[in-house]
């Protein structure tokens, strides 16, 4: 086959006569590299806005109940968290698994996207990486604060101390410091790595108008960066990589979260299918949060030609893919609980759907399988507005399915005289909705401070890039 | 379902249809003969080996050719018609699992599965009908439902394959793009019911034959042997198509190159797959799961085990990680066999251990009733290749009218 393109054209090809169906656009209105650069590099160099200073302001207060929050819990102990027996793994972890699992759409769009070439990714995925990080500092912090003694959280690591303690290796909570903190670091190398020629741009243009300081700045972070051929070069390979060590990493990380259930006996835990089932849910949820947060920059930055309808086709699409396999794993889930025969499963189940919290499981079921449905309209996939708020039903959803897989299963287990119902305190809720804050700060920062687009990456799909541009057989 | 095409293709292909009629027809028939050698129910759990195994080929190709119109994907034009010639196998699949439902109901009802007959005597002096495990589930695992079950599975895949064909025999002649909209339709519509008839297929057909057992990834796993299955096939049909001359000037390495591209990560995906169910099962060691991997523990099936686990996943892992290796049709064609022959393995490490000898231990896996296997496997899939021959001549050898057809044929990496 090595020689296939200097084979004699067989005869078919004389036939071959394509019907058109056009390719969408991925830069709308043919928009020039200029353009491009000016457009994304204007979003930092401009004056600060008054919504973002709003937003900032706000999104500060709000981070601060976490702050309350977790002050409160070190000063006084866990205790004034809502554990209680039967649920003693309540809140924080259902916030953590929320949290980590809204990061993987970053990673899916950076990494997993990219080995399958899909173009398409280039407008949406610094953001997305952005995000994932964030998310996952924002998941990092239960965790980290529910070991009660802050100032011990390096005892998850296997670290030599002199009391001799080693971590049960067997446990996958243990295995989950080493899957988040190396998807946690790769992260944000491949988003480091994403942006050192966009921060050159910015060294550049910042030194043009003699601002020396920022231009100082920006340029130490570029590392050097001259746009060499030999630089693209090695960027190039840097990014296959890192996309490469990212793939397999981003399954890792919800496969072993689905573990931290999965291997126990716990009926409704554990369940074969919770390491694909989770990962679709991670990426289904990651995919809302993406399209709650870029709607509304593409809005008010007017970045329409970049962020096309095509983009928000495409995202809305793997949502609702993401959410029917989340659908099919729960019909799956509860189909073999039946045909188990174990009376255990099969009470789980039909607790979570019709038990005290009954209430959470259909909230769960209308956000992440019912609502999703309504993206195989193109008239709804075309209406931002409506696109938007079925994004916050996905996150809403998601956060909803891993507190009714935690507390359903806990606060009825194989005990019927140690039965219970969970309810947070006001500690949890703050420490929650806190979260939202302190990802908001980290977003707002990033949108002001750095490219939130790849310029490089935008201009390599625009058609002036194409070198078959304006010829239907390339 | 298809229309005939206006120049016939560069070679004909009735020869070799002819060829893979006979060779399946000796198959059959030497399958039949091995009833007298071995008896009914060797030959019958060997013809369920042989009927599954095509049948996840042919859904694995389905699957390939909705997933290819859900993307609007260019690259697998080319490839996607050789798809829709396979899938004209599906009429006669249904054809050829009609013999164990007609064992099943005149001969011996627990022929094959045990909970189709309530009088079937379990160990420990109990019968199915006693078993509170099959009462629980005697709704979904009973006679009637089973063959209704098969026989919509079937529809389901026939016609999602007839409007697949028909919209794109028809487009060669017409260049409509409504056939590309229609597709896409199909596609859409097509997956979920992919995905639930091949889950409910591989609870009915395999994992019901230990029907105490259960697993909720056992769909997913279907579900990755048949892509696998039908990527290794697309690979031998493409190679096959170059040597006789046809896609020469078509393919290039990039078209070998994306097929083996997906091959890597399927047998990284079939290989999470079968550890999560492996090592959750494993770690909770809750007797009611762990006996189905405890009898595959038994005897020569402990090996078999391993022969998956390294011919499954290391091997062809460690050789698809080479791109040389992908583009090279020496070894991508080695690459696809082997993975066609431990796919096989896999099947009968899931459906042969269901055979047990008098004291409840599976029947070893290397003995003479392999050969059954073998020519179940060879009978089934000559029926299969004479169908796909019997197609290729009624369409273009390439979809020349489709919209993505030009971006193939110049597919870059």
């Known amino acids: 086959m090595a020689h296939a393109q200097h084979a004699a054209a067989p005869a078919i090809l004389q036939e071959v006569k394509p019907a058109v169906v ?260 991670a990426i289904f949820s990651g995919f809302g949060m993406v399209l709650t947060l870029m709607l509304p920059l593409r809005a008010i930055y007017h970045l329409e030609d970049l962020i096309t309808q095509y983009h928000i086709d495409c995202m809305c699409k793997i949502t609702l893919a993401t959410g029917t396999m989340v659908g099919y794993a729960y019909a799956m889930e509860f189909f073999i609980a039946w045909y188990s025969a174990n009376p255990y499963e099969g009470f789980t189940f039909i607790n979570r759907a019709f038990g005290p919290y009954a209430w959470a499981y259909w909230i769960m079921i209308t956000c992440n399988v019912v609502t999703p449905q309504l993206f195989w309209f193109k008239r709804v996939r075309t209406n931002t507005t409506l696109v938007w708020v079925l994004s916050i039903f996905v996150n809403v959803g998601m956060w909803f399915e891993r507190f009714v897989i935690i507390c359903t299963s806990l606060t009825r287990d194989f005990l019927p005289s140690s039965w219970g119902y969970f309810s947070p305190t006001i500690v949890d809720i703050f420490t929650f909705f806190g979260t939202f804050g302190v990802f908001s700060v980290l977003f707002l920062l990033f949108i002001r401070f750095l490219p939130i687009m790849p310029m490089a990456e935008i201009k390599a799909v625009t058609q002036q890039a194409d070198v078959h541009s304006g010829s239907d057989h390339h | 379902m298809s229309t005939p095409a206006a120049s016939a293709p560069v070679h004909s292909t009735a020869a070799l249809a002819q060829k893979a009629l006979v060779i399946g027809l000796a198959g059959i028939v030497l399958t039949a003969l091995g009833i007298l050698v071995s008896g009914p129910q060797a030959v019958a759990y060997s013809w369920l080996v042989g009927i599954s195994y095509w049948t996840a080929i042919a859904i694995g190709m389905l699957l390939m050719v909705l997933i290819h119109h859900i993307f609007d994907a260019s690259w697998s034009v080319v490839l996607r018609r050789q798809l829709e010639h396979g899938l004209s196998a599906f009429k006669w699949l249904a054809l050829l699992f009609l013999p164990l439902v007609l064992a099943t109901l005149f001969y011996r009802l627990d022929l094959v599965w045990p909970w189709m007959n309530p009088a079937h005597a379990l160990a420990g002096h109990e019968t199915v009908a006693g078993d509170i495990l099959y009462t629980k589930k005697s709704s979904f695992l009973n006679l009637k439902t089973f063959i209704g079950m098969t026989a919509l599975f079937f529809v389901v895949w026939i016609w999602l394959s007839a409007r697949l064909r028909k919209a794109s025999f028809t487009q060669d002649a017409d260049g409509d793009v409504k056939w590309t909209r229609m597709n896409r339709v199909t596609a859409a519509m097509g997956l979920p019911l992919a995905a639930l008839t091949l889950t409910f297929a591989a609870i009915y057909w395999i994992k019901s034959l230990e029907y105490h057992w259960f697993s909720t990834m056992y769909g997913v796993w279907f579900f990755a042997n048949c892509f696998r299955g039908a990527l290794s096939v697309s690979v031998l049909i493409m190679l096959w198509l170059w040597r006789r001359g046809d896609y020469k000037g078509i393919l290039n390495n990039n078209h070998l190159h994306s097929v083996g591209q997906l091959m890597l990560a399927l047998t990284v995906f079939w290989a999470y797959v079968t550890f999560s169910q492996y090592f959750l099962i494993w770690n909770a060691n809750l007797p009611e799961e762990t006996f189905w991997y405890n009898l595959r523990e038994y005897g020569d099936w402990w090996g078999t085990g391993l022969v998956i686990l390294f011919g499954h996943f290391v091997v062809p892992f460690l050789l698809l990680l080479s791109y040389r290796f992908k583009v090279t049709h020496r070894t991508i064609r080695r690459i696809a066999l082997w993975i066609l022959a431990v796919i096989l393995i896999d099947l009968c490490y899931n459906i042969l251990p269901a055979i047990k000898d008098a004291a409840g231990h599976p029947k070893p896996f290397l003995s003479f009733n392999l050969l059954w296997v073998l020519t179940s496997v060879i009978g089934v899939g000559g029926i299969c290749c004479w169908s796909y021959f019997r197609s290729f001549p009624t369409a273009k050898l390439i979809p020349i009218r489709d919209p993505r057809i030009n971006e193939c044929l110049t597919h870059h990496e």
Not at chain 1, 232 to 241: G, H, R
Request: hydrophobic content about 50%; charged content about 10%; aromatic content about 18%.
């Open chain 1, 22 to 281: 056009p390719r969408a656009v991925l830069v709308q209105n043919n928009r020039s590299f200029a353009w491009i650069t000016d457009k994304i590099c204007g979003i930092i160099e401009g004056k600060t806005p008054t919504w973002w200073w709003v937003c900032f302001i706000v999104a500060c207060f709000v981070a601060s109940f976490t702050v309350a929050g977790i002050t409160y819990l070190v000063a006084t102990g866990v205790g004034v968290w809502g554990h209680r027996s039967p649920v003693n793994w309540g809140w924080p972890i259902v916030n953590f698994v929320f949290w980590i699992g809204i990061g993987h759409a970053g990673t899916l769009i950076s990494a997993i996207l990219c080995l399958l070439r899909q173009k398409w990714r280039t407008s949406i995925n610094r953001a997305a990486e952005a995000m994932t990080i964030f998310a996952v500092v924002c998941a990092g912090i239960f965790p980290v604060f529910h070991v009660g003694r802050v100032w011990y959280a390096w005892f998850l690591f296997p670290l030599p101390n002199s009391n001799l303690i080693w971590q049960n290796f067997r446990s996958p909570l243990e295995w989950d410091v080493f899957a988040v903190s190396t998807y946690g670091t790769v992260s944000v190398l491949f988003w480091y790595v994403g942006l050192i020629p966009d921060l050159a741009v910015l060294r550049d243009r910042f030194y043009a108008t003699g601002n020396k300081t920022r231009s100082f700045l920006y340029g130490l972070f570029a590392m050097g960066w001259r746009g060499s051929n030999r630089h693209w070069s090695n960027y190039e390979m840097a990014y296959l990589i890192l996309a490469g060590i990212a793939t397999p990493l981003v399954l890792s990380v919800h496969t072993i979260v689905s573990f931290d259930f999965a291997v126990s006996l716990i009926p409704g835990w554990h369940t074969t299918i919770f390491p694909p089932y989770f990962v679709a849910g």
